[in-house]
């Protein structure tokens, strides 16, 4: 397929040919508040995130896909991506923020990073770099990702240790913290 629609508006990709649906039930262990989480399960097990992908899996091509993450918080921990590597490391990736506002946080070894994320803002991950998007927002936070199709996705490490800094809400602002978990 040489070309598509987004509606901007809505974040809605039209033809897309994979799609992930992720709920509270799928995110056990990766907030701090496991009691707030398991509450959340019994009480309609709200979505998380969707992602809408149209994707090319050769090495060359490249894939995309939309991600719509929905306001929220377990505990005081904002709604966020399980976040990953690219099973391939050496392949980077280009987000550009369609609605909403969010955080991009990026992690290589003990080199942190996050960049705050909005309509029209363009943000390079570079190789190597494990990536997560956190809706710091009220709306949903909706951005696109265009991406080497041999990339991958591997989820194993960030599963087991998640990242050095979590993002929680203080004050009515959103804040970045050291991960008690983090080892
Ligand atoms: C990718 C992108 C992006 C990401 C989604 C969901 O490599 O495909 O980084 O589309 O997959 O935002 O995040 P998780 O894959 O971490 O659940
Ligand atoms: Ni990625």
Known sequence: MLSNYIDLEKGILENYTENVI??????????????????????????????YAV????????????TILHPGKVGNEYFMTKGHYHEKRDRGELYIGLKGNGLLLMQKGEEIRWIEMERGKIVYVPPYFAHRSINTG???FVFLAIYPGDAGHDYGSIAEKGFAKIVIEENGNYAVKDNPRWK
């Open 22 to 51: 992720r709920r509270a039930s799928d995110m056990l262990n990766f907030y701090q508040d496991n009691e707030a989480l398991e509450k959340m399960i019994k009480n309609g097990n709200p979505t998380i995130y969707e992602v």
């Open 55 to 66: 994707t090319h899996e050769g090495g060359g091509e490249l894939s995309y896909a939309i």
């Open 138 to 140: 009220n709306g949903n």
